[in-house]
């Protein structure tokens, strides 16, 4: 079993997108995955189709509820072989209720782990757009992660926080925790600033850039609007062949991890 992050702290790049149809794609390859949404936007939740009628539990109760039976949180979805731990607007507020009642150290997710590790091959969490607990205790107990971004200024900027927040996670919690990849989304190789971009990631992160590239696609915008993945939502089209080759570059990737 591995647990995945899918993190970057800037939105919009492409991450829950990523999430989703990584899920999808290991799910049609007949792996077990597991999708845990926490961010509070809940964008995978719906995107995977669970909407406002799904039970009471989510993410929130999982965090302040230590003891809860993980059958009240674990939903199936209609994606195949994937369930997923949705998300709600109530997480919103929990980093101030950990802080409040000083649990910032505590690795709120690992006893819930524990109980269903055995279950899935795959755990993959969507992290928020956001360097906060959420995301510190989703790297703390993840075997690795992906970072989705865009070939643009801004994004470059923001990845040397990010590889800060890193390595003060591996240094404090987890020094197991590696980097799987580097997936540039929403690319677009006419432009030539997305060529500079990426020519300077393969000089700075070498084997850490990932081959594929996830270009701009309709459909992949498309498609969770109808609680699909883009496999389920159009498997013919641009988006779907590109991620379901970064699901190939994935299933050969060894760095640090043996099935």
Do not use: H, W
């Amino acid at each position: 079993m591995k647990i995945v992050s899918i993190i970057n702290q800037k939105g919009g790049i492409g991450k829950t997108t990523t999430a989703l149809n990584m899920a999808a794609g290991l799910g049609i390859k007949n792996k077990k995955v597991l999708l845990i949404d926490i961010d509070s936007q809940a964008n995978l939740t719906r995107g995977i189709g669970i909407d406002n009628d799904y039970p009471n539990y989510d993410v929130y109760d999982l965090i302040i509820s230590k003891n809860l039976d993980p059958k009240k949180l674990i939903l199936k979805t209609t994606t195949k072989n994937v369930d997923v731990v949705p998300s709600s607007m109530g997480l919103a507020g929990v980093e101030v209720q950990l802080v409040r009642d000083n649990r910032t150290e505590e690795l709120i997710f690992f006893p819930f782990i524990e109980k269903i590790k055995k279950e899935y091959d795959y755990i993959i969490f969507d992290c928020p757009p956001a360097l906060g607990l959420m995301s510190k205790n989703a790297l703390s107990i993840s075997n690795s992660l992906i970072i989705p971004m865009q070939a643009d200024y801004f994004s470059l900027e923001g990845l040397s926080q990010l590889l800060e927040t890193i390595s003060i996670v591996k240094k404090r919690y987890n020094r197991k925790l590696y980097i799987d990849g580097i997936l540039l989304t929403k690319f677009n190789k006419r432009i030539n600033f997305s060529k500079e971009i990426e020519k300077e990631l393969n000089i700075f992160f070498k084997d850490k850039i990932l081959k594929t590239r996830i270009p701009i696609n309709i459909k992949l915008a498309e498609s969770p609007s109808s609680g699909q993945s883009i496999f389920d939502y159009d498997k013919n089209c641009k988006g779907a062949k590109a991620y379901e080759s970064f699901i190939e570059e994935f299933l050969q990737l060894k760095r640090g991890y043996s099935e």
